[in-house]
C-alpha cells in the first residue's frame, strides 16, 4: 500500500508561481512512476505531468509545457510540482498518484491516489 498526501495548494494570482509537494508512504516509492493529475469543475481528470522513479523520463502535457516542472526526491518520498506562470485555466483541485507497473498518461493505470489540493488562480 502507498499513502499519498499533497500539501502546497492555495489561491494565486495569474502570473504567481505555487509549488506542491505529495508526500508518500511505502518502502518501493522509489520504484513507482509519479504524475500529476488535475480536475476542474465539470471536466474530466486530466494528466499535467509526470516522472519516472529514476528521474530520467518525464512527460508534460502541452498546456503546461514550459511554466510547470515535476520533480523527485526519492530519500524524502516526496514528489514536487513546481508551478510558474499560472494563468486561471490552470484552477483546478490537483492530484499526485502512483504508478507500479509503468509509465503512463491515463488515470486509470494509477493505482494510488492523494486526496488533492486546490490552486485557484486569479486573473
Known amino acids: 500500500q502507498v499513502q499519498l498526501v499533497e500539501s502546497g495548494g492555495g489561491l494565486v494570482q495569474a502570473g504567481g508561481s505555487l509549488k506542491l509537494s505529495c508526500a508518500a508512504s511505502g518502502r518501493t516509492f522509489s520504484r513507482y512512476t509519479m504524475g500529476w493529475f488535475r480536475q476542474a469543475p465539470g471536466k474530466e481528470r486530466e494528466i499535467v505531468t509526470a516522472i519516472s522513479w529514476t528521474s530520467g523520463t518525464t512527460y508534460y502535457a502541452d498546456s503546461v509545457k514550459g511554466r510547470f516542472t515535476i520533480s523527485r526526491d526519492n530519500a524524502k518520498s516526496t514528489v514536487y510540482l513546481q508551478m510558474n506562470s499560472l494563468k486561471p485555466e490552470d484552477t483546478a483541485v490537483y492530484y499526485c498518484?502512483?504508478?507500479?507497473?509503468?509509465?503512463?498518461?491515463?488515470?486509470?493505470?494509477?493505482?494510488?491516489w492523494g486526496q488533492g489540493t486546490q490552486v485557484t488562480v486569479s486573473s
Open positions: 498518484a502512483a504508478d507500479v507497473m509503468g509509465f503512463s498518461r491515463t488515470p486509470r493505470n494509477y493505482e494510488y
